[in-house]
């Protein structure tokens, strides 16, 4: 059975959300302080995580209704139907199973067999590279590992290995993506066909964006080796094992993607292979066991002080209620760079949606627009407006309490400007007369998620964290999170141009397309 079917718009905590909303949606944050006990209730303490989610526009009274939205929703039935396997995505009829990949308690045991082959395939293979027990045909030692993939195969492996390159063994990691022919070209120009394996990540290896891009590196590697050495240089992770032999891939080379595994959360088996070579098997078990403690803290934990669902209930609060149409993630780290691109797509492919499980029209705000970048970066670009802009943008701030390096000092620095910004957001500046341009009102809301240190278990619940929020929202606001229909049609459309097959195109489209032929 799938999830429940229930329109939260007409349950009573909703109504009780637009009366709290009225009342004291315009309340200043520091209002809220006056409370007692707000910091015990509005912060979670959890092994190495502190979040401090006090200030938010939200009451001890609002945040019930919100808890009282979760169950009236039957979000705990939900989430064990998730954790168990039901076929929840039912759009594709499939389970959404991306979990399992990092569970050590699998009850079923075919699944269990499942996964434990592709944990081991994955630190056999990385674990050779690493060892130099595998080498490129000419005997030389791997040192660059190219990755060929789009979207979730991308994007997650790609933000891993740099939010974890302290970690690195030295193997250096690259990224091929879009189609971009100049992009692929300067790339190959600084690789060495003897030490370079190839990743293909494609679940169907038909993906074109993939397909062509492998298509162009074969040829460069052939031209510059030879054929025969496909075999010991191009690894595929792909359900279609005839089209990879057909490549030349090894059929030994070939891993595979579950179907109950969506591209988008995927980076958890063996679409994460490259993280695996790259910062080594140990460190990527690690990382998924990190993942793992944050799914029991999410079953597990009452919803009162349960992170992302206490995440997810603050963000239906702010795009329901106050129409905030976009949330802020900022790492004040620079090896999570690329976290919010990855939070982008987890996030927007999976709640855009504006038809419900009951398969009619929405009435409510569903997807929130996800964007961010690094502190201290982003305080010289985009704060301006998040502190004396019209716009309310609930924001995540991410720091770490130690430096990796142990630079006390500079760490000193950037904490400092971490907490200066959360609270110069909530409190402002008030000014008066000739300098009235340099009133700064506050009452911006933030949550703070401070971690001890950027290791990959922390890395791994960090990810897992997100993930489940984005689960919760989804499950709340009854929709389906896990297809992306939308995606489709514009794959479908590119194919139908590439073959010339473009009659049902508007003509604004076929001006431009003309204009690209000419």
Request: glycine content about 6%; charged content about 25%.
């Amino acid at each position: 059975m799938g999830l429940s079917k229930i329109n939260p718009s007409n349950l009573n905590s909703w109504s009780g959300l637009e009366k709290k909303f009225k009342a004291e949606g315009s309340k200043h944050i520091s209002s809220f302080f006056e409370e007692s006990d707000r910091l015990e209730e509005f912060t979670i303490s959890w092994k190495d995580f502190y979040v401090d989610f006090s200030k938010n526009r939200l009451s001890s009274s609002t945040l019930k209704l919100l808890i009282d939205l979760s169950n009236e929703t039957n979000l705990k039935n939900n989430i064990e139907k998730y954790f168990a396997g039901s076929t929840i995505n039912e759009t594709e009829n499939r389970s959404v199973l991306h979990t399992a990949l990092r569970s050590s308690e699998i009850k079923n045991p075919e699944l269990k067999n499942e996964v434990e082959t592709s944990k081991e395939r994955i630190t056999s293979i990385s674990d050779q590279i690493n060892s130099g027990k595998k080498l490129g045909s000419t005997g030389k030692k791997i040192k660059d590992v190219v990755n060929i993939g789009i979207g979730g195969s991308h994007l997650g492996p790609d933000m891993v290995t740099e939010a974890l390159s302290y970690y690195s063994l030295g193997i250096k990691p690259h990224f091929v993506s879009n189609i971009d022919p100049d992009y692929t070209s300067k790339l190959l120009e600084k690789l060495d066909p003897e030490t370079t394996i190839f990743i293909i990540v494609s679940k169907t290896f038909t993906t074109i964006e993939t397909l062509e891009n492998a298509k162009k590196i074969r040829k460069w590697f052939v031209e510059n080796s030879n054929e025969e050495s496909i075999k010991d240089h191009f690894i595929a992770v792909s359900n279609n094992t005839e089209a990879p032999k057909e490549f030349g891939i090894s059929s030994d080379n070939v891993l595979s993607i579950p179907e109950w595994v969506g591209g988008r959360f995927s980076l958890w088996g063996s679409v994460g292979l490259v993280i695996s070579i790259v910062i080594g098997s140990k460190n990527f078990l690690e990382f998924l066991k990190g993942a793992e403690s944050m799914d029991t803290h999410f079953k597990e934990t009452p919803f009162e002080k349960n992170i992302p669902v206490i995440l997810a209930l603050i963000s239906i609060w702010y795009n329901n209620f106050f129409k905030c149409e976009t949330e802020a993630v900022l790492p004040y780290n620079q090896f999570l760079g690329k976290l919010p691109d990855y939070l982008q797509q987890a996030s927007m492919e999976s709640n855009g949606k504006s038809i419900d499980r009951n398969g009619e029209k929405i009435n409510y705000e569903t997807g929130s627009i996800i964007w961010g970048s690094t502190g201290t970066n982003a305080q010289h670009a985009f704060f301006q407006l998040m502190h004396q802009g019209t716009k309310i943008i609930p924001s995540d701030f991410i720091a770490f309490k130690n430096s990796l390096y142990g630079d006390t000092n500079l760490h000193e620095i950037l904490t400092s400007n971490f907490l200066a910004q959360t609270n110069a957001l909530m409190m402002g500046k008030t000014t008066s007369g000739v300098e009235i341009h340099k009133n700064i009102e506050g009452n911006k809301p933030s949550n703070s998620i401070v971690i001890n240190s950027l290791t990959p278990s922390n890395l791994g619940a960090l990810i897992s964290m997100y993930e489940n929020k984005i689960f919760t929202v989804g499950s709340i606001l009854n929709i389906f999170s896990f297809d992306q229909w939308g995606v489709e049609l514009g794959k479908s459309i590119a194919k139908e141009i590439s073959r010339g097959q473009d009659n049902s195109l508007d003509i604004s489209t076929k001006k431009i397309r003309d204009f690209l032929k000419d």
